[in-house]
């Protein structure tokens, strides 16, 4: 089955967030953290993520929950999910994670409003100030439950106008609920 989030979602870009507290919520040293193009910022096409860019996919296979640094992120008053990322060319363009054990989710197979997101704040960055951008991306890989998700976005004259997101899914569970 495939699946696309039908209307375009706007960008939201937020602050930026101590790249300290960052790697010690994910249990990684601050030279793991790449900052040449944006520090770890909160952005958003609907619901809230910190987004992170890692050096590469060993760093980014080794990051790990350390609940201590996600109670840090939270008393600072950050939503503390963070969708790290790092940039790839083996059939993809970008392999992620996402965490959110304070929100009951130690780590989600694939995030759609996440990588919508990152496909907004990746269009953002680029040089070009009007185009449509794709980047394939593969995240739960390192839980053992592949995806593979396809964010798109659009840029006219230097802003996003909007962000879309595919994928392929497979159905895992299916049922009814009465209510009487």
């Known amino acids: 089955m495939s699946c696309e989030l039908?209307?375009?979602q706007s960008l939201s870009l937020g602050k930026t967030v101590p790249t300290e507290l960052v790697a010690s919520a994910i249990s990684l040293n601050l030279e793991d953290i790449v900052t040449d193009t944006h520090h770890p910022q909160i952005c958003s096409v609907g619901l809230p993520f910190v987004f992170t860019e890692l050096r590469d996919r060993a760093v980014l296979e080794?990051?790990?929950i350390n609940i201590s640094g996600f109670d840090a992120l939270r008393?600072?008053?950050?939503?503390p999910q963070l969708y790290l990322y790092t940039r790839v060319s083996d059939g993809f363009d970008i392999r992620a994670r996402m965490?959110?054990?304070?929100?009951g989710v130690l780590e989600d197979p694939?995030?759609?409003?996440a990588n919508c997101t990152l496909g907004g704040?990746?269009?953002h960055h680029k040089g070009q100030s009007s185009g449509t951008f794709s980047w394939r991306i593969a995240q739960g890989v390192e839980i053992g439950r592949p995806s593979t998700l396809i964010a798109r976005a659009e840029k006219k004259n230097?802003?996003?106008t909007g962000t879309w997101i595919g994928c392929a899914t497979v159905l895992v569970s299916e049922g009814i609920l009465h209510l009487e």
Not at 99 to 103: G, H, I, M, Q, T
């Open 99 to 103: 965490f959110a054990p304070l929100s």
């Open 110 to 113: 694939a995030t759609g409003s």
């Open 6 to 8: 039908a209307a375009p």
């Open 121 to 123: 704040l990746l269009a």
């Open 158 to 160: 230097g802003v996003v």
């Open 62 to 64: 080794r990051a790990r």
């Open 75 to 79: 008393d600072l008053g950050v939503n």
